[in-house]
């Protein structure tokens, strides 16, 4: 398979496209380094538009930082979602092969509950990987735990999270103290010497590390930062 793009899955109805790339050509992500980057998108509409018309809750949910999420849907999320859609999902066998040995990153955009289980199981066997869900409070994605992070950002859901089994990631605003049991990303203090392909600790309950801080960060840091200390 020539790709660098493919598509792992594809539901109309769920208006849910699952998504990989980075195993033709590994990532130029400078934080998260060579890594397999798997998306979730609506079907329907491409992610600029979802955006801006709200057609992301497909996959976004009910995020409650979308407003300030740092990913730019005009770039890798948009390139890969038009590429993908002409395409038909891959198998297991198929997607191992064309991953290698890279570790994935779920959720590039997108939130692993919107990515159905098999395809969860497919892109994570036989590889480590990374992820972060906005939805730790329902009960229907409880089964996410031992493989993402809760992504909270407070320390009232922080321990809620925590109560039900999660390890959690927090952004905090910048200078904002840690909390027991919490560390700064290893990204953030080696100032980008260490990425998430060396680090992975960001792997859920299955892992026995810490809770992993972060202050906010990307292209709406000021704004993220207001709110964060708002809430």
Known sequence: MSSNTVLLSIDPVADVMVTATGGKRPSSNIKTGPMIQ????????????????GADVSV?????????CYVNKGHAPLATWKVAREQTPIDAPTFDKWAGNRSARLGSWGDPAAMPINVLETVLANRS??????????????????????????????????STGWRTFRIIAP????????????????????QCADCMLCSGADNAAADIVIPVHGTYKTAGTLAIEAA
């Open 175 to 194: 200078g904002a103290p840690l909390d027991t049991g919490e560390i700064l990303c290893p990204n953030y203090t080696s100032g980008g010497a260490v």
């Open 38 to 53: 798997v998306q979730a998108a609506p079907v329907s509409v491409n992610p600029v538009e979802a955006y801006k018309t």
């Open 60 to 68: 976004c949910f009910d995020c409650p930082v979308k407003k300030f």
């Open 129 to 162: 990987h990374t992820g972060y869900s906005h939805q730790w409070d329902k009960p229907e994605y409880q089964y996410l735990a031992p493989i993402v992070m809760a992504s909270v950002e407070t320390i009232e859901q922080r321990e809620q999270a925590v």
